[in-house]
């Protein structure tokens, strides 16, 4: 197992060597667990002059998977983009082919209080969101700005996806689908876009090859009234860029703290990239008050994706569940009677746990 192990910055750093504890002690028996380290981000400025090293993506290049914290600083707008810290994510996806992002919204049962909707409504939420990656209206050409016909200012971009696109990511769909509750909801705006159209299209044709998987349609304005109404009616849901990334924020917020929340980005076959949904907190960085659970749950994702090691993926989450029943609580996910812990704290206990 060769993971390339990117901290990054701020609480990257810190709650990345907590799954990294985790890891050694869920997978130490027997399988041959090789890591190597790359700076990205600010820490790749400092030791290379940029945020993604040509020798940070020869690692990643020559890794099974990528164990990434957080890249980022504020402040850092005065920088030319591509040369962010913040940026180096941008270009490594680029660069690896991640297209397939899956983000998780699971409400631990311990922490349904946390939730600002009703308990009855999240009670038991385990759904996935699925986000195309390396298309849309991100990435779509023509782009730009400046003056109109009228001498006005005026900025432009494209949605743009070919055939090609979505149908690879529908097949991830619905091969996801089948590994859970076999329903998957495609979410489009095809009532007013050519673009989303295609895209209803190609998911409802590719859909012919899943006929176990229950496949249904909704427009993205409708999606996000469901997920807030009744998100317990979704198994998985398979969205473009700019949807997935509005709806799975959206979606993650049900299950109530970011620090909880992991996610994982796909190339074809099994090489992924996985990270948790925050950035590198810069108010709490350094002090060990970061939430490690949802960097030590993008590792399960990794066990589980990557080197279908899906036995020791459910070993770690029965460990978190554990210390979430034990009443062991970050900052970010405090409640009353429970026991106050820091970020190492936190880590040796999901470790002891195991
Ligand atoms: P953020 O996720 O870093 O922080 C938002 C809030 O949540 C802060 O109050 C923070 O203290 C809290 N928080 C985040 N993670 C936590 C954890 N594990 N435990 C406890 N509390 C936690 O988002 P923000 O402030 O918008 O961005 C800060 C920097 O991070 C920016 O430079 C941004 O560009 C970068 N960023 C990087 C990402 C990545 O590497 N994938 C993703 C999001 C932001
Ligand atoms: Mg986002």
Known sequence: MKIAVMPGDGIGREVTAQAVKVLKAVVGHGRP?????????????????????????????????????????????????????????????????????????????????????????VDGLDLMILRELTGDVYFGEPRGSGLNANGEREAFNTMRYSEPEVERIAHVAFRTARTRGRKLCSVDKANVLEVMQLWREVVTRVGKEYPDVELTHLFVDAAAMQLMRAPKQFDVIVTGNIFGDILSDAAAMLTGSIGMLPSASMAAG?????????????????????????????????????????????????????????????????????????????GDAVVAAL
């Open 33 to 121: 667990l090789e890591l190597v380290e790359a700076a990205i981000g600010q820490a790749g400025i400092d030791a290379a002059g940029d945020p993604l090293p040509a020798a940070t993506s020869e690692i990643a290049q020559k890794a099974d998977a990528i164990l990434f914290g957080s890249a980022g600083m504020p402040g850092d707008e005065e920088i030319p983009f591509m040369m962010r810290p913040g940026a180096s994510l941008l270009r490594l996806r680029k660069e690896l082919g991640l297209f397939a992002n899956f983000r998780p919204a699971f409400l631990f049962p311990e922490l349904i209080g946390a939730s600002t909707l009703k308990p009855e409504v």
């Open 270 to 346: 099994s090489f992924g990239l996985y990270e948790p949904v925050h950035g590198t907190a810069p108010d709490i960085a350094g002090k060990n008050l970061a939430n490690p659970l949802a960097s030590i749950l993008s590792m399960a994702m990794m066990l589980r994706f990557s080197f279908e090691q899906a036995g020791n993926a459910g070993r770690v989450e029965g460990a978190v569940r554990r210390v979430l029943a034990e009443g062991l609580r970050t900052g970010d996910i405090f409640q009353p009677g429970c026991t106050r812990v820091g970020t190492e704290e936190m």
